[in-house]
């Protein structure tokens, strides 16, 4: 018999490229939000940003987290487009 020499917490090859697409997702909102000229805003995004990935970290099933990226994906265009107009 065979036994895993792998942890019991060990994620799924699917879970563990998931886990990748959500950090990077977070890197470029925080990467966005710096460019946000107003110190107060900077701070209120950032920790908006922060408390959406907190509140949703345990999430588990795939089909709400693909979902949660997608939201996430278009709410950071939204930002980079406003921010673009801002600068013009």
């Known amino acids: 018999m065979a036994t895993s020499r792998l942890p019991p917490a060990t994620p799924t090859l699917k879970q563990f490229m998931r886990r990748q697409q959500v950090l990077l997702l977070y890197r ?4 966005a939000v710096r460019q ?4 107060s805003d900077r701070k209120y995004l950032k920790a ?3 408390e959406e990935f907190k509140r949703n970290k345990s999430a ?3 089909d709400s987290i693909r979902m949660m990226i997608t ?3 278009m709410q950071l265009k ?4 406003t921010l673009a ?3 013009s």
């Open 48 to 50: 908006w940003a922060r």
């Open 60 to 62: 588990t099933e795939e």
């Open 71 to 73: 939201q996430g994906n």
């Open 85 to 87: 107009l801002a600068r």
């Open 28 to 31: 470029r909102i925080l990467q």
């Open 36 to 39: 946000v000229p107003n110190d």
């Open 78 to 81: 939204e930002l980079e487009k």
